[in-house]
């Protein structure tokens, strides 16, 4: 149990901290904690990190020797590297941009203790010897030794492991990293900037990434697979042409780049990178601060979301609407006593502020604290011992009635009938005379006085929120520290129903509290270790868990889930270990989240299909050249056309595109499956037209006729692949694609353009050749696909 046995000094006695002098001198010595905390990539890593790529170094040379052999028509696919960058770039500038200004407003700002007066610095601002004060919530944010503590209670589990707050008195140390559960106090700043404890690990949790995600870890995996068949592949595509062919050099030289080059699937991280940084810039215009990217990725696939009941469904704040007495107790007395116990505790929870709205501390202002209790999520109450004003003293407890009274007290039927209102009821109880505080047995034996009735005010989007969740299969559980009828009541309230549950009669084992968990969906009177293991054991049934909340009491459960999502009024604790703040503590922004990470997944699955087909095609093209010692069919400018209606283009749109399917694991298998039998499809189709319009085909423009054949067959059989993706049609996909096609009519039928891209059909037989080879390859593709789905379900 914590204790405060010595009430505070009164103000003129505190210590008043540092002076300014003393604090310009330590500035000036850099005695200052400046760890540089950041939420986004500096300009150097962003532009590095979109320039410097392998793939952007191997179409670099690759452009380089055609702008030196051919013309410039045959170099267009460096320019579009140079714009995929630059755009790359100005993406992630953006997002940099929105996740800065998020980051200040969302910043934890300490109080210290300087020339005698409170005041908040930045983080950054805290100097050595800075006296910091602390209460419920707060975080260490730099290591030192408590000079005051007012039944101080941390919780260093985030550092040691250990579940239990430690009671921390002045003298002893506390670590960076570590939060304040109960009680007050302040601490002397001893170790600051990358000397604290957690300055290293905090730096690297808040900076902004794009590791440690199933999509960036699957698009990384897929890259590996791509170098090891683009190496044998241009091996032999070089030999081919340049070696064992006596064709003119610069013309072989277009033809092996230019089957080099579609190999490489560039604009896959690109439009990775862009919706994720888009994804970004959506959320922060609704005051979303994201501080780990991924969490956009791991919200789209949640099925689980945890809800804490206050903060989230209800309003922070509560209000008294009711003082119920027991016994023949003076109502004027019990007034009085609940001033005092709110004048008692320097840092009220929600609950006690209502107290202390409704009862002000000058109706007590005779009464004396002489030892105190603070509130604690774990015990249920709190208390205070008092000198009163005739020479009297009494003992104190504020706290859950089903906590403090005994199962049959007769109170208890007009607390559950308060409770099933969706009610917050506080018993006062007078503690046995014979026993302090500090007795084990202090909330024995209890003398009830009253019931404190306080109306929590629901969230009027809470309803809508929760909704939208069962529309989307999204499991919703509410877990409360509160009275489990009262819960349930809010719940119902907001629309959700479903079994309500005494967290105290769950099972301790993890396999039978994931069960009870299955069946139930509200739960009430839950510890903050007890959230920590319900989030556990909903991941052992394969669950992906987002946990909401705002309080000290979730920081744990926070820390655990695998999406953490914090509002912006919540605890600094709870901020700092959350990947997602809500900083206008709008629960209703949480769809908002939801629909950005799915349209993120969801869409890069789309798009690196279409990517990956190309790369597939091009080595099995460059292998069939190869075995057949044949010309390579395209040159560069052929595949950038192609690239750029059947990919580049249709990609870039349904990167961006709304997308509200849930997210599914298995990133790899689910791109590979399509890829490879439409790759496949696509590569055999057109060399089977390439090798009939080589034996239809005579004299000295055969090649162009050949090339121009094949072309068409591989933009019809890539139209269809497109075709395929972009289902289920809205009407901007189905003009999307009829665009697509309609562009590479019109290079068909202009003059220039065909000059341009060495484009011309000749003749009508192989043209309506290569056109039924197409339509074949659809029909394929159409039976592949639908085998696929059969075979290798997502």
């Excluded at 996740?99 to 007066?117: C, F, K, N, Q, Y």
């Amino acid at each position: 149990m914590t204790l405060a046995t010595n009430r505070p000094p009164r103000s003129d006695a505190r210590p008043p901290g540092l002076t300014a002098e003393e604090v310009a001198e330590r500035v000036a010595k850099g005695e200052v904690n400046d760890v540089p905390v950041r939420s986004s990539r500096s300009l150097r890593e962003i532009v590095r990190g979109n320039v410097f790529t392998r793939f952007n170094a191997i179409i670099g040379i690759l452009w380089v020797i055609m702008l030196v052999v051919a013309p410039i028509q045959d170099s267009l696919f460096g320019f579009v590297i140079l714009a995929n960058t630059g755009i790359g770039i100005i993406q992630e500038l953006r997002a940099k941009k929105t996740l800065d200004s998020l980051a200040v407003i969302g910043e934890s700002r300490p109080t210290v203790r300087r020339d005698g007066a409170s005041q908040e610095v930045a983080t950054s601002e805290i100097v050595l010897g800075d006296l910091i004060e602390i209460g419920p919530g707060d975080k260490i944010v730099v290591d030192g030794r408590v000079t005051e503590a007012d039944g101080l209670e941390v919780d260093e589990s985030l550092l040691t492991g250990e579940a239990d707050p430690v009671l921390k008195q002045p003298g002893d140390p506390v670590m960076s990293g570590s939060f304040v559960v109960a009680g007050g106090g302040g601490y002397t700043a001893l170790k600051v900037g990358r000397e604290a404890y957690a300055a290293q690990l905090a730096e690297e949790a808040s900076r902004f990434t794009l590791v440690s995600s199933e999509l960036r870890n699957g698009i990384s995996q897929i890259l590996k697979y791509v170098t090891w068949m683009m190496v044998p592949a241009a091996t032999g595509l070089i030999i081919t042409q340049l070696v064992v062919k006596d064709n003119d050099f610069k013309d072989s030289v277009a033809r092996t780049v230019g089957g080099i080059v579609p190999m490489v699937p560039e604009g896959l991280v690109l439009l990775t990178s862009v919706a994720f940084a888009i994804g970004v810039i959506r959320l922060g215009r609704r005051q979303c601060l994201v501080q780990e990217l991924p969490a956009i990725e791991g919200l789209a696939r949640v099925d689980t979301v945890c809800l804490d009941k206050t903060g989230t469904l209800t309003e922070g704040g509560m209000d008294v609407s009711e003082l119920r007495i027991l016994g023949d107790t003076d109502e004027a007395y019990v007034t009085r006593v609940l001033a005092a116990l709110g004048a008692a505790d320097p840092r009220p929870n929600a609950s006690l502020q209502a107290v202390v709205n409704a009862y002000p501390a000058d109706r007590a202002a005779d009464w004396t604290c002489t030892q105190a209790l603070p509130f604690s999520s774990a015990r249920k109450y709190s208390g205070g011992a008092f000198d009163e004003a005739a020479d009297t003293s009494s003992v104190w407890l504020l706290g859950a009635p089903d906590v403090l009274l005994a199962p049959a007290d007769p109170a208890l039927k007009e607390v559950d009938g308060l409770n099933a209102e969706g009610l917050r009821v506080l018993l006062l109880a007078r503690v046995a005379a014979d026993r302090a505080l500090d007795d084990p047995r202090v909330a024995e034996d209890l003398a009830p006085h009253a019931l404190v009735v306080l109306e929590q005010r629901l969230r009027p989007d809470a309803a809508d929120t929760l909704a939208y969740f069962a529309d989307q299969g999204v499991t919703a559980k509410v877990i409360s520290g509160d009275n489990a009828v009262s819960v349930g009541a809010v719940a119902a309230k907001v629309g959700l129903d479903g079994a309500v549950v005494d967290a105290r009669t769950l099972p301790e084992g993890r396999e039978e509290m994931a069960a009870a968990l299955e069946r139930g969906a509200v739960f009430g009177r839950v510890t903050p270790q007890q959230k920590r293991d319900m989030v556990a054991a909903l991941q052992s049934r394969g669950h992906t868990v987002a946990m909401t909340g705002d309080g000290v009491n979730d920081v744990l459960a926070l820390k655990d889930a695998d999406i953490g999502v914090s509002m912006g009024s919540g605890s600094e604790a709870t901020r700092a270990v959350a990947q997602i703040v809500l900083l206008n503590n709008s629960f209703a922004a949480l769809p908002s989240v939801v629909a950005e990470g799915r349209r993120v997944i969801g869409n890069i699955t789309r798009v690196a299909t279409l990517f990956l087909t190309k790369t597939v095609y091009s080595v099995l093209l460059a292998v069939l050249v190869v075995c057949t010692q044949s010309e390579y069919p395209f040159l560069p400018r052929h595949l950038t056309l192609l690239s750029t209606l059947t990919i580049g283009v249709p990609a870039f749109f349904l990167a961006l595109a709304p997308n509200k399917e849930r997210a599914r694991p298995h990133f790899v298998r689910r791109v590979m499956r399509y890829a490879i039998p439409g790759g496949v499809v696509a590569a055999t189709s057109t060399f089977a037209t390439y090798a009939l319009a080589r034996h239809h085909y005579t004299g000295p423009g055969a090649l162009a006729a050949e090339t121009s054949a094949a072309t068409l067959t591989l933009f019809l059989v890539s139209m269809w692949v497109l075709a395929i993706i972009a289902r289920p049609y809205t009407w901007w996909r189905a003009a999307l694609v009829a665009t697509m096609g309609g562009a590479f009519a019109v290079v068909l039928l202009v003059p220039w353009l065909q000059d341009f891209f060495a484009l011309r059909l000749v003749g009508t037989t192989m043209p309506w050749t290569a056109v039924g080879i197409a339509a074949g390859a659809a029909l394929l593709l159409e039976l592949a696909y639908r085998w696929v789905d059969r075979r290798f379900p997502a």
